[in-house]
């Protein structure tokens, strides 16, 4: 199952893929500083949260590249966190610059990229955890 937060200002739908059953659905979702523990931390499969503002252009670059993954996930979701909406969150995490790419297994951050990223150094992360 997997996770897609939309940019802020496009509907808050988020689509789970699960890709042993062929199962797609639609659901509506917002992951908010009040709900990241739920929805990240708690998560029982590994989570890849991008960490950007609309204002971003680099992180409008690696955008694509986080719906491929998402659309690619097998094991793991994928979530967007806005953080001129969460700056909390960034704080929290020590979010310095913009997008950052973190992993979280397990309710704790596992692995962070920081800066546009090609797919395999993404991937590189993901599967050191899975």
């Not at 960490?51 to 094991?75: I, N, R, Y």
Request: aromatic residues 6%; glycine residues 6%; charged residues 20%.
């Amino acid at each position: 199952m997997m996770i897609l937060i939309l940019p802020h200002g496009a509907p808050t739908t988020v689509r789970h893929h699960t890709r042993e059953r062929g199962v797609h659905f639609n659901m509506a979702t917002n992951i908010t500083a009040s709900d990241f523990e739920e929805k990240i931390l708690n998560s029982p499969i590994p989570v890849l949260v991008d960490f950007w503002a609309e204002w971003c252009g680099p992180c409008k670059m690696l955008t694509p590249v986080v719906e491929e993954l998402f659309e690619e996930a097998d094991g793991y979701s994928v979530a967007k966190v806005n953080i001129d909406d969460e700056p909390e969150l960034a704080q929290q995490y020590g979010v310095m610059s913009i997008p950052t790419l973190m992993l979280f297994q397990d309710g704790q951050p596992t692995g962070q990229l920081v800066g546009v990223q090609p797919k395999s150094a993404i991937e590189d992360l993901i599967r050191a955890v899975l």
